[in-house]
């Protein structure tokens, strides 16, 4: 797949708000589309990856960046 994701820049900010604006960001978007999600919140290693589980989203990738972490989600089609 050639799809070039978004970056969503969402250092700087602590718990919960990454995972409140990347709720927003995802549910704008279309089942299937890719979000990258950087943050520097320590604790966003564990919250993306529950609310990925717990939304219907698929986490396809992660990596370490200079000051913290960056998330690849796949939108998933949740249910209304």
């Keep these: 797949m050639a799809d070039r994701a978004a ?3 969402l250092k700087g900010l602590n718990c ?3 995972v409140l ?3 927003k960001r995802l549910a704008g978007m279309r089942p299937g589309s ?3 999600l ?3 919140d320590p604790l966003a290693v564990i919250d ?3 609310f990925c589980s717990e939304s219907g989203h698929q ?3 992660t990596a370490a960046i200079s000051g913290g ?3 690849l989600v796949e939108r998933g089609a949740q249910q209304p």
Excluded: G, M, Q, S
């Design 21 to 23: 604006k990347a709720k």
């Design 7 to 9: 970056v969503y820049d």
């Design 69 to 71: 972490h960056r998330f």
């Design 16 to 18: 919960p708000l990454p």
């Design 59 to 61: 986490l396809i990738e």
């Design 48 to 50: 993306i990856p529950a």
């Design 34 to 36: 890719r979000l990258w």
């Design 38 to 40: 950087e943050t520097t």
